[in-house]
């Protein structure tokens, strides 16, 4: 899980306490602090300075709390090292036209030497600030598990280049004719800046090792090109961000189902994490989702953890907890506030748990075959069109595991740019099982099944296709959109559990929000924003699910008892159980104003 800094990464005692016990109960074990570069109350920088080098007190302090918390709910922390995501040079930092650079000094970073002293010198101060919560430096923080150096920063961020200060752009020109760029174009000469990125994050990676940093350090996360995934697989993982359905607008967004795009598009969230997968390294996504007020979002959940399993990826981050837009822990009331704002959203964190048992307990299998696409030094660069390239390795990680070679000088493969064939992409325009069978989508139904052991989920457009049926479980749903998953909670098969527990939820708003008429789009349909009328008020409402759902007895006289369960998870009164031959049945439906059920064997 991500939290932002725009104050969430520094809640009071109390506050910390319950946060950190929540994440932990729903399955969270690991947390990004996002953006702690920011002035306070924000972040950690000290606004009385004249400079962006002193830490406040009180914020380190909260800070320090928080960690310890998470760290005695055994939930693991990820940090952005160099200072370099939401900081502002001041005058006395001695930046060249610090007013003018953009915030986290993006694109100047990889250059300028007074930046470069000042990042390390935030990396240096933080990491060894002792934490008197824990008596540790976080440099010998067990609690630590991985640094990234930075977010969002790449020399091949066309947007960066275009925005350096004229300044920078003569600074980097001059570096550009010493090495030997003489009559070009740097901001085109893909080689250049491949040696310029590659040669700072290999310094500060040597510089981050040697001043104590044991821990995985990655470089940052946007390597949409594969010039950039190259530098950043020389770290010690590689990362990238995506989300779908995030709009530069709070008013509109376009509400296509995810789940009704092709598996074939290079656009989803799968296929776009997959083109970051480099062979022997870990691969993360330090950013993902799919935004609220997306009414499909709550499949995308489950969908991402069980394509992340099957495909060996090694951590994901849901963005975000909290954070961003002024927003702290303090009165918080109970609507939905912004799209990367999720912790009260019942579409995502309702789904987290089980989710999180996907990813973290090994239900899904990996895939039994790797796809490999081998890509030759010269091959790299020679790349025009990045989309092209995407859309090449579109759909393998929906089938199986997938990832990049980088060839060297030697390798067979020095000379070439060589994609997978996979025969099980062929033939199947809309429909993707996984070589495993446990995975299914369709998206031309609109519909994402999983069936696994020790979980079953039928998820989507409920309507398109009859109920399903998997180890003695079927859910019989009615028309319209849901989620409909049943998990073990012992360890057990589904088909000997003694306690499980149903989720069942569909779509998620504040009361009175509304859409312009024009609310669910094609799956393709970009000409026509979805235009949001009213974000709404508190409360949160969740679309009513019904559903059949029958169970097969696994002994003569077993007994089959299902509880709804109320916001605390405390059981309500139980549902009637009725008998039908060798199977237990009960219905669930929006009576029980609940999206959880327990469900005991006796």
């Known amino acids: 899980?991500?939290?932002?800094?725009?104050?969430?990464?520094?809640?009071?005692?109390?506050?910390?306490?319950?946060?950190?016990?929540?994440?932990?109960?729903?399955?969270?074990?690991?947390?990004?602090?996002?953006?702690?570069?920011?002035?306070?109350?924000?972040g950690l920088i000290d606004p009385r300075y004249n400079d962006s080098q002193h830490f406040a007190a009180f914020q380190m302090d909260r800070l320090d709390y928080f960690i310890y918390q998470l760290k005695q709910n055994g939930v693991y922390v990820c940090f952005d090292v160099l200072g370099l995501g939401a900081r502002r040079f001041k005058a006395g930092d001695g930046v060249s036209q610090s007013d003018k650079i953009e915030k986290g000094a993006k694109g100047v970073s990889f250059f300028d030497e007074r930046v470069i002293e000042l990042s390390k010198k935030f990396a240096s101060d933080f990491l060894t600030h002792v934490n008197p919560y824990t008596g540790n430096a976080y440099i010998n923080e067990p609690a630590i598990a991985m640094v990234g150096m930075t977010n969002e920063n790449t020399l091949f961020l066309k947007r960066s280049l275009k925005r350096l200060p004229a300044y920078y752009k003569r600074k980097i020109e001059d570096i550009y004719r010493n090495s030997g760029g003489e009559g070009k174009d740097w901001s085109h000469d893909k080689r250049f800046l491949f040696d310029l990125q590659d040669k700072y994050q290999k310094e500060m990676h040597a510089y981050l090792r040697s001043?104590?940093?044991?821990?995985?350090?990655?470089?940052?996360?946007?390597?949409?090109?594969?010039?950039?995934?190259?530098?950043?697989?020389?770290?010690?993982?590689?990362?990238?961000?995506?989300?779908?359905?995030?709009?530069?607008?709070?008013?509109?967004?376009?509400?296509?189902?995810?789940?009704?795009?092709?598996?074939?598009?290079?656009?989803?969230?799968?296929?776009?994490?997959?083109?970051?997968?480099?062979?022997g390294k870990p691969l993360i996504s330090t950013e993902w989702g799919s935004n609220w007020p997306n009414d499909w979002r709550a499949v995308d959940v489950l969908s991402t953890a069980a394509y992340a399993a099957l495909n060996d990826w090694d951590a994901l981050f849901l963005y975000a907890y909290n954070g961003g837009w002024g927003l702290s822990w303090d009165g918080l009331e109970q609507r939905l506030y912004y799209g990367t704002v999720i912790f009260n959203d019942p579409a995502k964190m309702g789904l987290f748990p089980l989710a999180s048992l996907i990813f973290l307990r090994d239900d899904v299998r990996q895939g039994l075959n790797t796809y490999r696409a081998f890509y030759s030094m010269d091959k790299v660069f020679e790349i025009e069109d990045t989309y092209v390239d995407r859309a090449r390795i579109a759909g393998l990680p929906y089938l199986s595991r997938f990832e990049k070679v980088f060839s060297g000088p030697g390798d067979d493969q020095s000379n070439e740019l060589i994609y997978p064939i996979a025969g099980g992409l062929s033939g199947k325009k809309d429909t993707i099982e996984s070589d495993t069978g446990e995975i299914i989508r369709d998206s031309d139904k609109g519909i994402f099944i999983l069936?696994?052991?020790?979980?079953?989920?039928?998820?989507?457009?409920?309507?398109?296709?009859?109920?399903?049926?998997?180890d003695g479980i079927k859910f019989a749903a009615g028309s319209g959109f849901a989620t409909l998953t049943i998990a073990s909670l012992d360890g057990k098969n589904l088909s000997s559990s003694k306690r499980m527990l149903l989720a069942a939820i569909g779509r998620a708003r504040n009361k009175d929000q509304n859409f312009t008429p024009h609310a669910t789009k094609k799956r393709n349909d970009l000409e026509r924003d979805v235009y949001i009328l009213r974000a709404g008020s508190s409360p949160i409402l969740v679309e009513a699910i019904e559903s059949e759902v029958f169970i097969k007895k696994s002994g003569r006289d077993e007994i089959l008892e299902v509880y709804p369960l109320d916001e605390k998870g405390l059981r309500k009164t139980a549902l009637p159980v009725r008998r039908e031959g060798e199977r237990h049945c009960f219905k669930i439906s929006g009576n029980t104003d609940t999206v959880y059920y327990e469900i005991v064997r006796r």
Request: with cysteine; aromatic share 10%.
């Open 211 to 279: 001043i104590g940093v044991k821990v995985p350090i990655g470089a940052s996360n946007l390597p949409y090109d594969n010039v950039t995934l190259l530098a950043d697989s020389r770290m010690d993982f590689t990362d990238i961000h995506v989300y779908w359905d995030l709009c530069d607008r709070l008013d509109r967004i376009h509400n296509r189902p995810l789940i009704s795009q092709s598996y074939l598009n290079p656009e989803t969230i799968v296929n776009t994490i997959s083109m970051a997968k480099v062979s």
């Open 1 to 42: 899980m991500n939290i932002h800094a725009g104050r969430a990464c520094f809640p009071d005692r109390e506050q910390a306490r319950d946060i950190a016990k929540r994440l932990a109960q729903l399955g969270c074990n690991i947390v990004r602090m996002h953006f702690l570069d920011y002035e306070s109350p924000d």
């Open 451 to 470: 069936k696994t052991d020790r979980i079953f989920s039928y998820s989507g457009f409920m309507g398109e296709k009859a109920g399903q049926e998997f």
